[in-house]
């Protein structure tokens, strides 16, 4: 999340938009062209919605390097790798997702990846937890999700699945921006 809010803050900089980071926190797992369609109509400036979409990702994957696993869950899904089925589900999209799990060396560990383009539904919606579900086979009150943001806190309760709030354990560093 640190490595997306240094690029979310660049990019919007760049149209004049404002994007505190306390906001950007609040909606983690929303996908970036729906963040960019709410915060341009709400502070009344015109974008190519999916162009600006576009190289907001381009800056996260300028800037990749600067990312680092949660050691707590990478822990947990290397313990449960080939054990039981385990899942991605995101409201990234699959080319991003794709490149962080390769930037952390556990692209594949997963038994399946669920992002954006899979569901018309995002976060807060259950639809991303309850396709990877559905993928692995597995009932959704059978499900244990780790999450770090409130909508997806709140997707998992919606598709009646256990949930841990990894911010409970784990703060995630603050990266300086580039003014």
Not at 12 to 33: N, T, V
Not at 84 to 92: E, L, R, T, Y
Not at 97 to 120: G, H, K, S, Y
Not at 128 to 143: I, M, N, Q, S
């Amino acid at each position: 999340m640190p490595v997306h809010f240094v690029a979310w803050h660049e990019t919007m900089q760049r149209y004049g938009i404002s994007f505190p980071e306390d906001r950007f926190y609040s909606l983690g797992g929303m996908p970036s062209d729906r963040i960019i369609a709410m915060l341009s109509s709400e502070q009344g400036v015109s974008l190519d919605v999916v162009a600006v979409a576009h190289e907001k990702e381009q800056a996260f994957l300028e800037r990749i390097e600067l990312l680092v696993p949660i050691e707590a869950v990478v822990e947990v899904a290397h313990e449960n790798r080939g054990i039981k089925p385990i899942a991605v589900a995101s409201g990234g999209f699959m080319p991003i997702i794709q490149r962080q799990l390769e930037q952390i060396a556990m692209l594949d560990w997963f038994d399946a990846i669920v992002t954006a383009e899979d569901t018309a539904k995002h976060k807060p919606e259950p639809d991303v937890f309850l396709e990877a579900a559905r993928r692995l086979g597995v009932a959704a009150k059978d499900c244990l999700v780790f999450e770090d943001a409130d909508l997806g806190v709140e997707a998992a309760r919606r598709a009646g699945m256990h949930c841990v709030d990894v911010r409970s354990f784990f703060t995630p560093r603050r990266i300086p921006i580039r003014t």
